[in-house]
């Protein structure tokens, strides 16, 4: 599974950003993706998760109420809709996707349960 995440930028606090993540490749399997974000000298960050057949979705604390996870099955797309956007919202933000496995805590929020990483697309929220 090949990952292609887009759609970061700078916006200043209070702003809107969609981010997208293009899965190609052997999808089939694909159970659950999710963002996770990262900024220098920290490990990387759960955000949101969804399972991809359902659309069932978790999130972190911090960004419930904000930020949106969905998908479009037929374009194996998965999107962040992030609103009411804030300066510590500010880091690279990467999607993940695993095979297999259940949409459960405290998998789907652990970094290293996902098999599948896009590039990451930065993210720069100013005050």
């Known amino acids: 599974v090949q990952l292609q995440a887009s759609g970061g930028g700078l916006v200043q606090a209070g702003g809107s950003l969609r981010l997208s993540c293009a899965a190609s490749g052997r999808t089939a399997n694909t159970n659950v993706m999710a963002w996770f974000r990262q900024t220098p000298g920290r490990e990387r960050e759960f955000v949101a998760a969804?399972?991809?057949?359902?659309?069932?979705?978790a999130y972190t604390d911090s960004v419930k109420g904000r930020f949106t996870i969905s998908r479009d099955n037929d374009k194996s797309t998965m999107y962040l809709q992030m609103n009411r956007l804030k300066p510590e919202d500010t880091a690279v933000y990467y999607c993940?996707?695993?095979?297999?496995?259940?949409?459960?805590?405290?998998?789907?929020?652990?970094?290293?349960?996902?098999?599948?990483w896009g590039q990451g697309t930065q993210v720069t929220v100013s005050s």
């Open positions: 993940g996707a695993k095979s297999g496995g259940y949409f459960s805590a405290p998998d789907y929020y652990t970094w290293d349960w996902y098999e599948h």
């Open positions: 969804t399972r991809w057949r359902t659309g069932t979705a």
